[in-house]
């Protein structure tokens, strides 16, 4: 089983900027797709965004393009999601996960998750 392990979440104000982590555990982090999900208080998990084993294709919400940008260093086991132009709507827990597909999309399709990060918002 893989472990994912997130950082990098906080508290910020709109507009500001900020970069979520994932730690795997294992080698074969770099042959599988990797994915970041969020969960509002009250809602459902739901995707953001996800990236191909080889980093070559990623894959967005429409609410989140051209402000996320989700990015991978296989050397280091570590996915990331580059977070800017903040909103308040984007306050949610942030998960990453893993899938045992080269690329993936839904929440299905993904096997290993993390326990979360916290990133709040403030309007």
């Known amino acids: 089983q893989v472990q994912l392990v997130e950082s990098g979440g906080g508290l910020v104000q709109a507009g500001d900027s900020l970069r979520l982590s994932c730690a795997a555990s294992?080698?074969?982090?770099?042959?599988?797709?990797m994915g970041w999900f969020r969960q509002a208080p009250g809602k459902g998990r739901e995707f953001v965004a996800a990236?191909?084993?080889?980093?070559?294709?990623?894959y967005y919400v429409d609410s989140v393009k051209g402000r996320f940008t989700i990015s991978r260093d296989n050397a280091k086991n570590t996915a990331y999601l580059q977070m800017n132009s903040l909103k308040p709507e984007d306050t949610a827990v942030y998960f990453c996960?893993?899938?045992?597909?080269?690329?993936?999309?839904?929440?299905?399709?993904?096997?290993?998750w993390g326990q979360g990060t916290q990133v709040t918002v403030s309007s």
């Open positions: 990236i191909s084993w080889s980093g070559g294709n990623t």
């Open positions: 294992r080698r074969t982090f770099s042959d599988r797709a």
């Open positions: 996960a893993r899938s045992p597909f080269c690329m993936a999309t839904i929440k299905a399709d993904f096997d290993s």
